[in-house]
């Protein structure tokens, strides 16, 4: 998606796929500067550990604790985690403002973490529902469950949001679904953080439901448009970027 966005805008710049050990990736930094790269995307498993080989760390990413942009601005390296900024960008796009909105989030890992801090800081009222109950991260005002049919039925009766930040439906296992069907309706707003599938078991049953649904391809395309802006100081072609994703996906 970003080569195709490069390519629209008539931009010198090619996005690369570098696969980094754990152990070289303080070289790997070391070579980012070395070789002057305007910019880099970090992804498994190396977003933590990359954060102190860095000169600055964006509040937001240092508040999630995972860094998932890095932006070289002549030598000084700057750490962003536009993965809860494309989580927002995608919900504000869609007209939904979670401030003061009850968003139930689904799943503690990484992932979670980065769109809780991002939500909260937006000024909703989280739940987070979780198989297993290792939440030492979260912050005071949010409200922790574990997951079973009691603890969602209960928060999602009073839900106006209800985010899949588990790898629940995630291909090969597209067949399972995070909620039981029949808590799913409308007035619900349905975002799953998983996008391969496109469109998951929780979402087409929330879509049947009358629930307004949002993909994960929105956030990915989402978290690369914001990435693409901070390497390149233009806006990004966000709808050229999804098509482009599509068609890597095979999708
Ligand atoms: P990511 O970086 O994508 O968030 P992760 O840190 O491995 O990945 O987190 C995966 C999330 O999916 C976790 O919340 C995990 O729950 P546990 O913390 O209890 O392991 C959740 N998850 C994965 N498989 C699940 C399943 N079958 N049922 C419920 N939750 C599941």
Known sequence: MHNAAFGALGLDYAYLPFRVRREKLGEAVAGMRALNLRGLNVTIPHKVAVMPLLDEIDPLAGKIGAVNTIVNDEGWLRGYNTDAEGFLRVLLEAGISPEGKKVVVLGAGGASRAITFILLEKGARLTIINRQLRFDWAPPPVKLMELNEASLATALGEADILVNATSVGMSPHDAFSPVPAGMLRAGLVVYDIVYNPLHTRLLKEAEAAGARVIAGLDML?????????????????????????LEALGL
Not at 222 to 232: I, M, R, V
């Open 221 to 245: 395309v989402g978290q690369g448009a914001l990435a693409f802006e901070k390497w390149t100081g233009q806006a990004a072609p966000a709808a050229l970027m999804k098509r482009a994703a």
